[in-house]
């Protein structure tokens, strides 16, 4: 060995790979728990998070195994969740709450949680009917709401019942609203709330069961303000209010976090008979894409049905674009940022149309084009009233009677860059088993983790449709 390269480490331990070269496996890791040999390495154990006993064990320099007194077969199941990102089939065998007890000893319910339900598990075309949720009282639900995860709201009468992402943990509190008509899931233990009779946005605390904050809208005739929409972005809350005399009304943005006032837009004072103005919005739904929000609402009148939808830029509190609705006037309406398209069911026709959001600069391709019966369009007999629609992930659910229709897109053959967009093609499915179909009309439609919500006329309880080939 040259000379200078044997001054240069003066120990064995600070030759390079030292402890690599004496001991080989020196990654890998081996835990006792409850009397069972498991071997991994220190790379997977830290995947569980630095809080996490797991990344504990990964920091571990003894040369005897650790022990813990614990489920061996239950640690098997989180350790195969660290290995491979999914749970495999023999959790199955596994009751749940047994896994999330186990999962809040490791320190790691959060990953579990997100395994079980995330939304990549839904699959709508093999949704069933799996589960019955009662509610407490006589009054049926008027609406519901979702976190990502799958923790579920519930507004029925003057109550919140709340369901955790497992369905397993029940809890109810009591507001000061005799009934709502809004409710927004900001996370699983804070949900916003408002009604169309009642003054003012309620911030609460579903845990602890308070109002955490109540937010109003100063109108020019200092009259109360109800709530007629509530939505979010990421970083923002939307409320529609409406002046309690009905002659104003504007949409208020908050900071999601501190919920001080961020912005309004669309202030509209009503003078005379401008049914326009007269209309607040009803529904609120962000569009990711196109870092926009819609808002839409509707009026029944003795000229019929009026509506309008416009698409809101919050940083410049400019409309973007607007829709005028007077033919088969949407009964509802939502807009899907997967598919990058606007839907609504014509409350006289009760046919599904969309609107493409790729041609909303174009004024001739700027129009509905119906998926459904398009001979209906022009129908009178409001065969669409009280019905749903909403748009989760690439699909479209649309409720009618008791009935829930299923809309996906066609995938056609590819265009020229020179070529104008094509008319898009949905084709229409019908939803569950045969035993599943029917029943009083659906009320209500959410989507939350790898679940959907469905609430029905008269009935004190929630549906949950869920995969058959997946879930617990």
């Not at 005379?272 to 808002?295: C, F, H, R």
């Not at 019908?430 to 029905?456: E, S, Y």
């Amino acid at each position: 060995m040259p000379p200078a390269a044997a001054t240069m480490f003066s120990r064995p331990e600070e030759t390079p790979n030292f402890y690599k070269i004496m001991n080989p496996v020196s990654e890998i890791v081996t835990i006792d728990v409850g009397g069972q040999i498991f071997q991994t390495t220190r790379q997977t154990l830290s995947l569980a998070g630095p809080k996490s006993l797991f990344s504990q064990l990964a920091e571990s320099t003894g040369l005897a195994p650790r022990f813990i007194d614990r489920d061996p077969e239950l640690f098997s199941v989180l350790l195969s969740l660290l290995r491979t990102g999914n749970l495999p089939s023999k959790a199955k065998a596994f009751d749940v709450e047994d896994l999330v007890e186990e999962s809040k000893f490791y320190n790691i319910e959060s990953l579990l949680v997100d395994a079980l339900s995330h939304h990549s598990h839904f699959e709508a075309f093999n949704l069933e009917k799996s589960l019955l949720l009662p509610l407490n009282g006589r009054d049926s639900p008027s609406t519901v709401a979702t976190t990502p995860l799958g923790t579920l709201h519930v507004a029925h009468g003057s109550k919140i019942t709340s369901f955790d992402w497992s369905l397993r943990k029940k809890a109810t509190i009591l507001t000061q609203f005799t009934a709502m008509d809004s409710l927004l899931a900001i996370s699983p233990s804070l949900a916003a709330a408002g009604a169309t009779d009642f003054s003012g946005l309620q911030i609460l605390d579903m845990e602890k069961g308070f109002v955490r904050e109540t937010l109003n809208w100063e109108n020019v005739t200092k009259s109360g303000s109800t709530v007629q929409a509530i939505g979010s972005s990421p970083g923002l809350l939307f409320s529609s209010f409406e002046s309690s005399r009905r002659n104003s009304n504007c949409i208020m943005v908050y900071d999601l976090q501190t919920f001080s006032p961020v912005t309004q837009i669309g202030h509209y004072e009503i003078f005379g008979a401008n049914l326009d103005s007269a209309i607040p919005s009803t529904k609120l739904q962000w569009v990711e894409s196109y870092n926009v929000v819609m808002a839409s609402g509707s009026h029944s009148g003795p000229s019929g049905r009026l509506g309008n939808i416009k698409l809101w830029d919050i940083r410049s509190g400019n409309v973007v674009w607007e829709l005028k609705e007077k033919v088969d006037c949407f009964s509802d309406i939502t807009v899907s940022d997967s598919l990058s398209a606007i839907f609504k069911v014509g409350a006289n026709s009760g046919e599904v149309s969309y609107m493409d959001l790729r041609k909303l600069g174009d004024e001739e391709s700027s129009k509905w084009v119906c998926v459904g019966d398009e001979r209906k369009v022009g129908n009178v007999r409001k065969e669409g009233v009280g019905c749903k629609i909403e748009a989760h992930g690439n699909q479209v659910f649309c409720s009618k009677e008791g009935n829930i229709e299923l809309w996906s897109e066609i995938m056609m053959g590819s265009r020229r860059a020179s070529e104008r967009l094509p008319d898009r093609v949905f084709r229409k499915n019908l939803m569950g088993r045969v035993k599943d179909m029917g029943g009083a009309r659906i009320t209500n439609l959410g989507f939350g983790g790898n679940k959907m919500f469905v609430t029905r006329k008269d009935q004190q309880s929630v549906e949950v449709w869920q995969s058959s080939a997946k879930g617990f």
